[in-house]
């Protein structure tokens, strides 16, 4: 019997924070999520609350570096 691995909902929460994130950059191919990535989660009366913590590094839009600690919610 072969068992699949099914992402936990902290994964997928921050997958959709990293794709909010790259939407957001003028070069999201060149960037870079830390290994810092921090996903706390409060029940609330409308459902459950998530906070994303970690960085990005990415070129600016003069192509320079640029590196920032990011929190979504």
Partial sequence: MTYALMPSDEDK?????QTAIINKLRSPSTA???D???????K???GTYCEVF???AA???F?????ARTTAR
């Fill in 13 to 17: 929460v921050a997958d959709r924070c």
């Fill in 59 to 61: 070129q600016n839009g």
């Fill in 32 to 34: 870079e999520y830390g």
């Fill in 54 to 56: 970690g960085t990005v």
């Fill in 44 to 46: 609330g009366n409308f």
């Fill in 36 to 42: 810092d990535v921090k996903v706390t989660s409060e």
């Fill in 63 to 67: 192509g320079g570096p640029c590196a």
